[in-house]
């Protein structure tokens, strides 16, 4: 069973140490669960900032994730303002993945703790919320190019961030 938590600000004040991703008022549903598959799959904690720009109910986003929820730790606020105050009472660096980043994701240092966002697909994040980000970084791509699908650029961060902090599971042999 999945365990899917809405959270304000006064919920539980423990901070794991692991990594984890958080989608910012996701647009596409597809992406969503590609990335929650992505989480579960990797063993990262997800965070939904709603309002997502589809029916983001326990339901829906089951259906999303397909059979692989029962493995995915998902925490869901209810607007990013919520997310801040959550992550800054127990102090986890927020790192923003961004086509303005400051820094290439791969030269970037990752701590245990960090948490990944993701802006929506169709707009990125607002400029309060790259403001609030304790690191910006960037995909490096091609000249001309401007970006990648989100759960593309999700799985590209998830993966260097825990091969630094050597988290990635073991593989299976069989």
Same mark, same amino acid.
Request: glycine content about 8%; hydrophobic content about 45%; charged content about 20%.
């Given at each position: ?53 589809? +029916? /983001? ?5 089951? !259906?999303? #994730? %397909? ?36 820094v290439a994701h791969h030269y970037f240092a990752y701590q245990p703790g960090d948490i990944i966002l993701l802006g929506r697909e169709s707009a990125g ?8 980000? +304790? /690191? ?5 791509? !091609?000249? #001309? %190019?401007?970006?990648l699908n989100v759960a593309i650029a999700g799985g590209i961060l998830v993966a260097e961030a825990l091969r630094q902090l050597d988290l990635l599971p ?5």
């Amino acid at each position: 069973m999945v365990d899917i938590t809405t959270f304000s600000a006064d919920a539980s004040r423990s901070a794991p140490k692991g990594l984890r991703l958080a989608l910012y008022e996701p647009d596409i549903p597809q992406n969503a669960g590609t990335l929650m598959r992505l989480c579960a799959c990797l063993g990262v904690r997800m965070d939904l900032i709603e309002p997502a720009g589809f +029916d /983001a109910s326990d339901r829906n986003l089951k !259906r999303a #994730g %397909l059979d692989y929820l029962h493995a995915l730790t998902l925490e869901r606020h209810l607007s990013f303002r919520h997310f801040e105050e959550w992550r800054r009472a127990r102090g986890h660096r927020l790192v923003l993945a961004t086509t303005k980043g400051a820094v290439a994701h791969h030269y970037f240092a990752y701590q245990p703790g960090d948490i990944i966002l993701l802006g929506r697909e169709s707009a990125g994040v607002p400029d309060a919320v790259h403001e609030a980000a +304790d /690191a910006r970084v960037a995909i490096p791509l !091609r000249p #001309g %190019l401007r970006s990648l699908n989100v759960a593309i650029a999700g799985g590209i961060l998830v993966a260097e961030a825990l091969r630094q902090l050597d988290l990635l599971p073991p593989i299976a042999t069989s």
